[in-house]
């Protein structure tokens, strides 16, 4: 049986594309990078690849063959490239389009970091801290094996032919597979999401339920993976990828190191060892009918006036049986053995963590450590959008920066140094750079760090911020611009929220 750790959820991430895989994506994908380049990436403070393990990566191509990844040609090429040859139309290459349709659907396959690792390193013990050599670490089989496992269960669901590339990374903190495939539909040749993943919101979570729910039991579950919890089953609403960011490395990395997680893992546990418990009792009472039924035919072979070749087809078919009943016995049993043992393991874990003192302040220089920690435990898109928020909160900042001054630009007088002040030019200019790192932490909703930030630099916390987030109606420039008025006002000099331990 698989090696099972307590908690360990598999990661199967969904994106749609509307636009194409661009260069620059395509040559991180593919490490299509110069020596230079990659150090530079390897020393960027937010960045987690690790160049003594780029010679890991691989790619799973047609037919299932493994190989270094080919940088011969550009995702997009290659996705052109398929296009062309099955007479596929690119629906957005028209001039004339007015909407764009998803003409790529991008996974992610993944999951718990030590799980992950035992995979793809054994016993091997990979150095994380930045700047370490971890060139003597080797390629383990079963990384290879689980790709494998992965890439099938792709093509079943969707057709080999559809995939456009399917890379594996080691060299980054949590190995995983970035996975591009075309939604096409096989009785039109086209491009069609709604045929492959449904049409509307409903039908679509609906399908990626069931996806996620297969991905499990056809894949992970040999794997010692659990399916992670959906958000039909958490009621939760759908993220934004700010949310995202946050709520997917909770649920994945943290679940186990928490109380409330453990408490959870501990009740899931016992019903397991019921259940099983259960099933031994049963399958038990069962053998020992067999075992009875076979006596009673034993006795009749040789009776006058019983058929010998009747009583024995009857006979082999209960040994039959009684192999299928011992076999699901076994199974039981080792399943119960496993179920006791992460039962114990969880109960020691909880009772040492009750134990320890948790401090709950966060000094802000490691909060930033932490958070360029989580982006990179995700996936390499989370670090992508990261970046973009960073790139649009400053454009936009500048923006309004401008906007706010325009009313008053002509002269400088006694009331339009006022007007400054109503327009928000002089709460944004006062500590420019405080009031984006704070916007920063509140658009990918770290708002208690944010809250933290902002005190820590000479601000007044902002009051209440009960009920943060994005609206469903905002577009990213709505969005920034309330990240950076709430930023602003978080900055003024006031009365601190007090905060419990």
Same mark, same amino acid.
């Given at each position: 049986m698989a090696n099972t750790i307590s908690g360990a959820k598999q990661v199967m991430d969904i994106r749609k594309n509307k636009d194409g895989i661009s260069g620059a994506e395509s040559n991180e994908q593919q490490r299509k990078w110069s020596r230079d380049f990659l150090q530079q990436k390897a020393n960027d403070s937010t960045a987690n690849y690790d160049p003594t393990r780029v010679h890991l990566n691989?790619?799973?191509?047609?037919?299932? +063959?493994?190989?270094?990844?080919?940088?011969?040609?550009?995702?997009?090429? +290659?996705?052109?490239?398929?296009?062309?040859?099955?007479?596929?139309?690119?629906p957005n290459a028209r001039k004339d389009v007015k909407r764009k349709q998803n003409i790529l659907a991008?996974?992610?396959?993944?999951?718990?970091? +030590?799980?992950?690792?035992?995979?793809?390193?054994?016993?091997?013990?990979?150095?994380?801290?930045?700047?370490?050599?971890?060139?003597?670490?080797t390629r383990k089989e079963g990384i290879e094996k689980w790709a494998l496992d992965v890439y099938r269960f792709v093509c079943r669901k969707f057709g080999e032919e559809n995939i456009v590339s399917f890379y594996v990374h080691l060299d980054e903190i949590n190995p995983h597979i970035h996975c591009a495939l075309l939604p096409v539909d096989p009785n039109r040749n086209r491009i069609s999401w709604r045929f492959r993943f449904g049409e509307g919101k409903k039908e679509e979570q609906e399908r990626f339920h069931q996806l996620h729910t297969d991905f499990s039991i056809e894949v992970n579950l040999q794997w010692g993976l659990e399916r992670g919890n959906s958000t039909r089953e958490t009621k939760a609403k759908n993220r934004s990828m700010e949310q995202y960011k946050s709520d997917l490395v909770r649920d994945v990395q943290k679940l186990e190191d928490t109380v409330e997680g453990l408490k959870k893992q501990i009740a899931t546990e016992e019903r397991k060892r019921k259940s099983f418990t259960t099933m031994i009792e049963n399958l038990q009472k069962h053998k020992e009918e067999i075992e009875a039924e076979l006596d009673e035919l034993g006795k009749l072979l040789g009776v006058e006036g019983q058929n010998p070749e009747e009583l024995v087809k009857k006979i082999n078919k209960l040994r039959k049986e009684m192999e299928t009943v011992n076999s699901k016995l076994d199974e039981r049993k080792q399943m119960l053995d496993n179920t006791i043992a992460l039962l114990t393991q969880a109960k020691e874990k909880l009772d040492q963590m009750k134990a320890e003192e948790t401090d709950t302040s966060v000094k802000i220089d490691d909060l930033k450590k932490q958070h360029a920690h989580l982006l990179a435990t995700v996936n390499d898109n989370v670090r992508v959008e990261a970046e973009r928020v960073i790139a649009n909160i400053n454009g936009t900042f500048y923006k309004m920066m401008s906007e706010a001054f325009e009313p008053v630009l002509d002269s400088l007088d006694r009331d339009q140094r006022d007007a400054l002040h109503e327009s928000g030019f002089y709460d944004l200019a006062d500590k420019a750079n405080d009031v984006i790192g704070t916007a920063l932490l509140l658009a990918i909703n770290y708002v208690n760090e944010a809250t933290q930030y902002a005190e820590s630099h000479g601000g007044g916390g902002g009051g209440s911020m009960s009920g943060w987030g994005r609206k469903k109606d905002d577009d990213d420039d709505q969005w920034w611009r309330r990240c950076i008025r709430q930023a602003a006002a978080m900055m003024?000099?006031?009365?601190?929220r007090s905060r419990g331990r």
């Amino acid at each position: 049986m698989a090696n099972t750790i307590s908690g360990a959820k598999q990661v199967m991430d969904i994106r749609k594309n509307k636009d194409g895989i661009s260069g620059a994506e395509s040559n991180e994908q593919q490490r299509k990078w110069s020596r230079d380049f990659l150090q530079q990436k390897a020393n960027d403070s937010t960045a987690n690849y690790d160049p003594t393990r780029v010679h890991l990566n691989f790619e799973v191509t047609k037919g299932g +063959k493994i190989q270094p990844i080919d940088t011969s040609r550009t995702i997009g090429q +290659k996705m052109n490239d398929i296009l062309e040859a099955r007479g596929i139309p690119n629906p957005n290459a028209r001039k004339d389009v007015k909407r764009k349709q998803n003409i790529l659907a991008q996974f992610i396959f993944g999951g718990n970091r +030590k799980r992950m690792h035992e995979i793809a390193f054994g016993d091997q013990k990979v150095d994380l801290s930045k700047g370490a050599d971890n060139s003597n670490i080797t390629r383990k089989e079963g990384i290879e094996k689980w790709a494998l496992d992965v890439y099938r269960f792709v093509c079943r669901k969707f057709g080999e032919e559809n995939i456009v590339s399917f890379y594996v990374h080691l060299d980054e903190i949590n190995p995983h597979i970035h996975c591009a495939l075309l939604p096409v539909d096989p009785n039109r040749n086209r491009i069609s999401w709604r045929f492959r993943f449904g049409e509307g919101k409903k039908e679509e979570q609906e399908r990626f339920h069931q996806l996620h729910t297969d991905f499990s039991i056809e894949v992970n579950l040999q794997w010692g993976l659990e399916r992670g919890n959906s958000t039909r089953e958490t009621k939760a609403k759908n993220r934004s990828m700010e949310q995202y960011k946050s709520d997917l490395v909770r649920d994945v990395q943290k679940l186990e190191d928490t109380v409330e997680g453990l408490k959870k893992q501990i009740a899931t546990e016992e019903r397991k060892r019921k259940s099983f418990t259960t099933m031994i009792e049963n399958l038990q009472k069962h053998k020992e009918e067999i075992e009875a039924e076979l006596d009673e035919l034993g006795k009749l072979l040789g009776v006058e006036g019983q058929n010998p070749e009747e009583l024995v087809k009857k006979i082999n078919k209960l040994r039959k049986e009684m192999e299928t009943v011992n076999s699901k016995l076994d199974e039981r049993k080792q399943m119960l053995d496993n179920t006791i043992a992460l039962l114990t393991q969880a109960k020691e874990k909880l009772d040492q963590m009750k134990a320890e003192e948790t401090d709950t302040s966060v000094k802000i220089d490691d909060l930033k450590k932490q958070h360029a920690h989580l982006l990179a435990t995700v996936n390499d898109n989370v670090r992508v959008e990261a970046e973009r928020v960073i790139a649009n909160i400053n454009g936009t900042f500048y923006k309004m920066m401008s906007e706010a001054f325009e009313p008053v630009l002509d002269s400088l007088d006694r009331d339009q140094r006022d007007a400054l002040h109503e327009s928000g030019f002089y709460d944004l200019a006062d500590k420019a750079n405080d009031v984006i790192g704070t916007a920063l932490l509140l658009a990918i909703n770290y708002v208690n760090e944010a809250t933290q930030y902002a005190e820590s630099h000479g601000g007044g916390g902002g009051g209440s911020m009960s009920g943060w987030g994005r609206k469903k109606d905002d577009d990213d420039d709505q969005w920034w611009r309330r990240c950076i008025r709430q930023a602003a006002a978080m900055m003024k000099p006031g009365l601190r929220r007090s905060r419990g331990r």
